[in-house]
């Protein structure tokens, strides 16, 4: 079972949502993953996501609500075989928190999606659109889901 930690910086918004939507679009898909999400701050460990962000997803058919907020750590990088960041600066993070030898693939969420106009996924946090913020999650959810599935 391939094991996927999505990470961002709170945990609260993009990350979750990509776990869920993720996870939904796996289940559907007969594919079967241990799936996670984490932050690279420590600002909302143990709150559930963004109400926002819960109400957007709901609309779509993902549950956020029983998620809660957790922080990177160094085990995480031995406990799963991918992790995903939502963009570079989480990306960077991820790579100074990376334990010393460690070898776990590392990757833009967007990376794998074809001809996509942007790399990174914006915080809606702060733009406060939640649905272009989802609109580019199941896109990578769709590019990876498929990319997972091409590697057997």
Same mark, same amino acid.
């Given at each position: 079972m391939k094991r996927i930690l999505f990470v961002c910086l709170g945990n609260i918004c993009r990350s979750p949502a990509a776990e869920a939507v993720v996870r939904a679009k796996a289940g559907a898909a007969g594919q079967n993953l241990a799936l996670d999400s984490a932050g690279t701050s420590d600002w909302?460990?143990?709150?559930a996501p963004y109400p926002p962000m819960i109400a957007a997803a709901a609309a779509r058919g993902y549950d956020l609500a029983p998620l809660r907020a957790r922080q990177v750590r160094g085990a995480d990088f031995d406990g799963f075989d991918l992790i995903v960041a939502m963009d570079r =600066?989480? +990306? =960077? =993070? +991820? #790579?100074?928190l990376r334990p010393a030898g460690n070898v776990t693939p590392l990757r833009l969420f967007l990376e794998a999606v074809p001809g996509a106009e942007v790399d990174e996924v914006p915080d809606p $946090? $702060?733009?406060r659109d939640f649905d272009a913020t989802l609109d +580019?999650? #199941?896109k990578a959810a769709d590019a990876l889901l498929a990319t997972l599935a091409q590697a057997g």
């Open positions: 909302h460990v143990g709150d =600066a989480n +990306l =960077a =993070a +991820l #790579e100074r $946090y $702060y733009t +580019l999650i #199941e």
